[in-house]
Nanobody
Framework: QVQLVESGGGLVQAGGSLRLSCAAS????????MGWFRQAPGKEREFVAQ????????SYADSVKGRFTISRDNAKNTVSLQMNSLKSEDTAVYYC????????????WGQGTQVTVSS
């Protein structure tokens, strides 16, 4: 059974940092893109960052560029999101996701971890 389990969320002051981690199990994701999404109260889930399986090419939402960094460790089947210079508008539930092998659509999702940034 495929599982994506996020960790590292919490409460932080504006300007602070958090590092989210996602541990995948049940299959290998070395040939899958992996990403982070978030959903704030009353809003739709939105894309945050992605890292491809081939060449580890990264992409980011404009709102987090220069502040967030996504990385992956295929040997450990993990993906991380380093979040710096956090703002109150970053408050949301953050979800880890993965595509099927060499596909572009996200098929696997974690349960989410809460990030709250106090101003």
């Amino acid at each position: 059974q495929v599982q994506l389990v996020e960790s590292g969320g919490g409460l932080v002051q504006a300007g602070g940092s958090l590092r989210l981690s996602c541990a995948a199990s049940g299959r290998t994701f070395s040939r899958s893109a992996m990403g982070w999404f978030r959903q704030a109260p009353g809003k739709e889930r939105e894309f945050v960052a992605q890292i491809t399986w081939q060449f580890a090419i990264t992409s980011y939402a404009d709102s987090v560029k220069g502040r967030f960094t996504i990385s992956r460790d295929n040997a450990k089947n993990t993906v991380s999101l380093q979040m710096n210079s956090l703002k109150s508008e970053d408050t949301a539930v953050y979800y880890c996701a993965a595509t099927r092998e060499e596909r572009s659509e996200y098929a696997f999702w974690g349960q989410g971890t809460q990030v709250t940034v106090s101003s």
